[in-house]
């Protein structure tokens, strides 16, 4: 069935570059960098990989990115990705990037996007895999330091397709930055949100009327509210699930209590992805492997699934 499943064609959205940094590639840029470590090797960083929330993990991630600093950097780390992709056979990405994740650190915003965008160009071209850029803005930071983002990005209008809102959810509800949303909306970008992972459904609802948004990224806690499921049912609102990520982080306690396939057979437009696939033990295919060995996904489910995705894409 993973043979199966990986030769299956599929569309990946919701996927956080800086969260596709491989233990093995974070330690070769540190040395390249010249960055001391708090991990002896890959291993013991490896075991540290082990969550009990959000916020735990977001504090390693940004550990983590630390060690990108220059452009071969962030063309490496996005091209490892898109290498990966191409052994699952995902034929089409729109992956998210947290700029001030390195400009805080003071990297230039046209250094990470260079690096990523030159690599994503580069993928089309030698590898076939279509993409679309999302420029995501971290939810725990102000309205204030989103818009001086969005700023940093206009004169690159053409590099990427979308903003979307992502990082720390709870306390950070999606009305924080409906004046971002508004004027990045004006300047002619799509728009997609993080909601309804550790959120409740009213962040999803404002996500939709507020942020105005084409796509929900996670979304899981819809089921709570009929309403809602209704709503997205009938607009034909996709989600980007990510299966394992909702796991590792104990949105559910098992795989076995998520609810991709029950809201897929409800008529919900459900996608599967990775989310941060160095951190939570898999890319798209295992993704698909773990709900067919959990849950009894069938072949058939798989195909919808994977057509949904590729209906979903922003281009």
Known sequence: MYD???ALPKAELHLH??????????????ERNKIALPW??????RSAYAFNNLQEFLDLYYAGANVLRHEQDFYDLTWAYLLKCKEQNVIHTEPFFDPQTHTDRGIPFEVVLRGIKQALVDGEKQLGISHGLILSFLRHLSEEEAFKTLEQAVPFRDAFIAVGLDSSEMGHPP??????????????YLTVAHAGEEGPPEYI????????????DHGVRAIEDERLMQRIIDEQIPLTVCPLSNTKLCVFDDMRQHNILQMLERGVKVTVNSDDPAYFGGYVTENFAALHASLGMTQEQAKRLAQNSLDARLV
């Open 17 to 30: 570059l800086e969260g596709s940094l491989e233990p093995e590639l974070l330690f070769a840029l540190a």
């Open 205 to 216: 609802w404002e996500a939709l009327d507020l942020l105005k948004i084409q796509r929900i």
């Open 175 to 188: 009305s924080k930055f409906q004046r971002v949303f508004d004027k990045a909306r004006s300047e002619g």
């Open 40 to 45: 002896n090797d890959v291993e013991a960083l």
């Open 4 to 6: 199966w499943l990986n």
